[in-house]
């Protein structure tokens, strides 16, 4: 039995949780961060453009196509004001990131209450879980769908990726930066989810604390010669 200015401890100094393990101050505060991170990284992709349409020349412009509008050379409108025939699948793809977005912050308020209560911590490995299947189909959804909803619209788009001359003007289409960057954020989202749950587990912490408590026992000392 160790003894702090002369009262005794129940554990001794290297039994106490320390490192990088369950339920530890840098173990939570990783988690913390990565799910915090995750969040951010679901804002970006939700922000960032999905598609573009490249006109050549003589026009040079390039039509961006977000997730919540359609832009070209400072100038958006959404999918729901005039004949725009891409309102089906964009913002059926943008209710996909959004629900991704609001798992991720389910995953960090179940991180907080989880480290004041640990059967909290099932909570971020299923919002986790949850979030990470959203933001991966998100993508798949949108490469499978938009070249179906525009050929069947007369439009002469008929792969997610390609290019079409026609009477000497030449246009390329292709993924934009939040359909590229959403599988890789789907990464982060998993790897965030297993680094939040270990932090926030009782695995080691219950161990801890399901050793039973040892008073301090009456020393006995044998009689001097």
């Not at 189909?137 to 070249?147: D, E, G, K, N």
């Not at 989810?193 to 301090?216: I, M, Q, Y």
């Amino acid at each position: 039995m160790e003894r702090d200015n002369g009262i005794p401890r129940a554990y001794p100094r290297h039994n106490l949780p320390r490192g990088f393990g369950p339920r530890t101050p840098a173990a939570l505060v990783a988690a913390l961060v990565f799910v915090t991170l995750t969040i951010s990284l679901v804002l970006v992709v939700a922000s960032l453009p999905w598609w573009d349409l490249h006109y050549g020349s003589p026009w040079n412009a390039t039509q961006r196509y977000y997730l919540g509008g359609m832009c070209v050379e400072g100038s958006c409108q959404d999918y729901y004001t005039d004949s725009i025939r891409h309102y089906t699948y964009f913002p059926q793809t943008y209710g996909l990131v959004l629900t991704a977005l609001a798992l991720s912050v389910f995953e960090l308020a179940f991180l907080i209450l989880a480290i004041f209560e640990r059967k909290f911590a099932v909570g971020i490995l299923v919002t986790g879980l949850l979030g990470s299947i959203t933001l991966m189909v998100a993508p798949i959804y949108f490469y499978f769908a938009l070249p179906v909803g525009l050929s069947s619209d007369g439009a002469f788009f008929t792969n997610f990726f390609g290019s079409y001359t026609e009477r000497g003007m030449t246009y390329t289409w292709g993924g934009g930066p939040g359909w590229f960057m959403a599988p890789f954020v789907v990464i982060v989202f998993l790897a965030a989810t297993v680094v939040a749950f270990f932090a926030a587990s009782d695995s080691a912490g219950e161990t801890r604390r399901s050793r039973p408590f040892r008073p301090l026992a009456a020393v006995s000392r044998s009689p001097r010669d």
